[in-house]
């Protein structure tokens, strides 16, 4: 056995805890810092890095063994914090890109993408991430750590990888100065009724939404 898988083996379970913790928390600070708006000319790039960030942490929760609460019962967290006027903050300042196209689950049999939006899918990350470091703030480190690893498998694991293609595409198209179509017409309140997605006609230039969100095409 190597002297890393030794040192992997033999690794602290409290410094696991202690190191996605801090990537949590970061994330959380660092989105709600971004939704204030005070610097909209960075949001995306920023957004892009914070959610890659996140995804490690969640590939580290991932490849880790099963965690186990201590007790059976979850205990009552109390009402959750609301989230309203951070999505709604987000979606203001997202409001060129804010809507995308995503197909749910890979492996399913072929379906028509669903509409989706950034700013919803941003907050529900952070309430399922909220909800695991108000365990950890009380001192209940393996119901967080639980508490994470069961929501990124179910939850906020695919909408952070359904995020951050999103926002990913976004800097692509800008930064290779290419078309986007425009999804304006797309209703996320609506099913799809079709295999195909219905945007309405038209080309948005990359360089038109790409410098209020801090974005540039090469040169």
Do not use: C
């Not at 899918?121 to 209940?140: C, F, N, Q």
Request: net charge negative; no cysteine.
């Amino acid at each position: 056995m190597s002297d890393a898988t030794l040192h992997a083996t033999d690794q602290n379970p409290d410094d696991f805890a202690v190191q996605i913790a801090d990537q949590i928390e970061s994330f959380l600070v660092a989105v709600t810092e971004v939704a204030k708006g005070d610097e909209p000319d960075s949001a995306v790039p920023f957004l892009l890095l914070e959610v890659s960030q996140l995804l490690l942490a969640g590939g580290r929760l991932g490849a880790h063994e099963d965690i186990v609460p201590e007790e059976r019962y979850e205990p009552d967290m109390g009402p959750e914090a609301d989230v309203d006027e951070l999505r709604e903050n987000l979606a203001r300042m997202l409001e060129p890109v804010d809507v995308y196209s995503e197909v749910f689950d890979p492996y399913e049999p072929r379906k028509a993408p669903v509409p989706a939006r950034i700013s919803d899918d941003l907050t529900d990350v952070i309430t399922d991430l909220r909800h695991g470091m108000a365990h950890y703030k009380a001192g209940r480190t393996t119901e967080a750590l639980w508490w994470w690893q069961f929501s990124y498998f179910s939850n906020w694991g695919t909408t952070a990888s359904a995020t951050l293609r999103a926002l990913q595409s976004v800097v692509a198209h800008v930064r290779l100065n290419q078309p986007l179509a425009e999804l304006d017409g797309l209703d996320t309140d609506q099913g799809m009724g079709d295999d195909t997605l219905e945007f309405e006609a038209g080309q948005v230039m990359a360089e038109e939404i790409g410098g209020p969100l801090g974005v540039r095409p090469v040169t």
